[in-house]
């Protein structure tokens, strides 16, 4: 009688629910149970091992990105901190130029002006818009607030040292300012909230938006700082070290294995960081204490873009995204 009546359950021509979620009666005292398969001994590779009786299997689910253990350890337990340390990091190199700003307020204004010969008043504006830009941005960056107008703000005082101090003649402290840029694009692709759609919680996959292109050129902005860290010689550390950078960074700007290329480009960065820009070392008096000082805090912003990309992945307009289609 049970598999007769299991049997029109499945069928249909028994009209009481169905089996997965109406459990058989028992006697009073024990514990509902189902209607169970008898065990195939040769397994269940093939679907005709399976009874009519047999519960369905469920939908396959989509595998996580595959980042390794320790990937995904780090993230499971950074998930709620990451953001903001990453946005610490990236705005680092502005407070830090800002409050230099403030401390040698006559060296930086006698340079403009001996320069480009503006004059006193023209000068210390200058000094004084970079200081309350860089601070006044990094302040509304920290609190939240204004993301936006901070991030465009923040664009201008790079276009406008970078003309000033005759930056666009340096290829190699070009290419960084434009790596810190990349990192201002993330940041701002993070606080851009997505456009209303006209249908409400169904989300467009097929449709790159503006945020999502912003994180590609963001991602394509933060390859340049590592290509001024490449050694063309002979040794065999040099080029084992060129041969993984420039493989991380591809797999970075194409976005593919992004969070984990990002992840360990922030680690081989950070490491190269301290080695090489350790200013703390170095009198405060001599000049080489401000020139390392400075390429310690601007690598450690666009370490900080580096991990905005592993907290909020590589959007849409990636390998990563595409193969969720295929």
């Known amino acids: 009688m049970h598999a007769v009546r299991c049997c029109r359950l499945h069928t249909g021509t028994e009209t009481t629910g169905d089996p997965r979620r109406a459990p058989w009666p028992s006697p009073r005292g024990s514990k509902p149970h189902r209607p169970v398969a008898p065990a195939d001994p040769q397994g269940s590779a093939g ?10 299997r469920p939908a396959s689910v989509p595998r996580p990105p ?25 705005i680092s190199t502005f407070l830090e130029d800002g409050v230099r700003m403030w401390f040698q307020w006559g060296e930086q204004r006698d340079y403009i002006d001996t320069t480009w010969g503006c004059g006193y008043a023209l000068a210390s504006a200058f000094v004084l818009l970079n200081l309350l830009g860089q601070l006044t941005g990094c ?23 970078t003309i000033a101090y005759s930056i666009l003649w340096d290829l190699k402290f070009l290419m960084r300012n434009l790596a810190l840029g990349g990192g201002l694009l993330l940041l701002l692709a993070e606080s851009r909230s997505e456009g209303k759609s006209m249908f409400a919680g169904v989300p467009t996959m097929r449709e790159s938006s503006p945020k999502q292109y912003m994180q590609l050129g963001g991602r394509v902005l933060l390859v340049l700082m ?17 041969i993984v950078g420039t493989a991380l960074m591809i797999l970075v700007a194409i976005g593919f294995k992004t969070k984990l290329a990002a992840l360990t480009l922030v680690v081989w960065l950070f490491a190269i960081n301290v080695y090489f820009n350790a200013f703390w070392t170095i009198p405060v008096y001599k000049p080489m204490h401000d020139f390392l000082k400075y390429d310690f805090f601007q690598t450690m912003s666009v370490i900080g873009g580096l991990l905005l990309v592993v907290a909020l992945g590589p959007g849409g307009v990636s390998m990563d995204e595409k193969k969720k289609e295929w």
Request: proline content about 4%.
């Open 226 to 242: 590592f290509m001024t860290l490449l050694h063309f010689d002979a040794s065999f550390f040099s080029i084992l070290q060129n």
């Open 139 to 161: 302040i509304l960056v920290l609190s939240r607030n204004f993301v936006q107008y901070a991030c465009f703000g923040l664009f201008g005082i790079i276009a406008l040292q």
């Open 66 to 90: 595959q980042l390794g253990f320790c990937g995904l350890q780090f993230l499971r337990v950074t998930k709620q901190y990451l953001p903001h340390v990453a946005r610490l990091c990236l």
């Open 47 to 56: 679907r005709g091992a399976e009874g009519p009786c047999t519960p369905r």
